[in-house]
């Protein structure tokens, strides 16, 4: 089992950047493939990107491909979502989560993540 902690939200301008981070405590982060979510007011939480356990293969929804990138470091238990050229479409709660299956590359399916951070506020203004 491992905890997960966001941060890195806040209110940005339409075109300007934002890094979250995603820190994991209390197991071996490593094992764990890592995505971030996203979900808006009214809408149902979606995928934005994730990352495989050693970082060699991601995946990036295609509202976002070109614009965010993600990335990770195991010896600091940090996945990291670094978000360029945001938009205003992009407001939402950020959270990142664990795959339940360990050792293994990403997943698209959100009922295939287990372990949760509570999330953080991105907010795009025009």
């Known amino acids: 089992q491992v905890q997960l902690v966001e941060s890195g939200g806040g209110l940005v301008q339409a075109g300007g950047s934002l890094r979250l981070s995603c820190t994991g405590s209390g197991g071996t982060f490593s094992m764990y493939a890592m995505g971030w979510f996203r979900q808006a007011p009214g809408r149902e939480r979606e995928i934005v990107s994730a990352?495989?356990?050693?970082?060699?293969?991601?995946f990036y929804a295609d509202s976002v491909k070109g614009r965010f990138t993600i990335s990770r470091d195991n010896a600091k238990s940090t996945v990291w979502l670094q978000m360029d050229a945001l938009k205003p479409e992009d407001t939402a709660i950020y959270s990142c989560?664990?795959?339940?299956?360990?050792?293994?590359?990403?997943?698209?399916?959100?009922?295939?993540?287990?372990?949760w951070g509570q999330g953080t506020q991105v907010t795009v203004s025009s």
């Open positions: 989560a664990a795959l339940r299956q360990t050792w293994s590359s990403w997943s698209r399916n959100i009922d295939d993540y287990v372990y």
């Open positions: 990352i495989s356990w050693s970082g060699g293969s991601t």
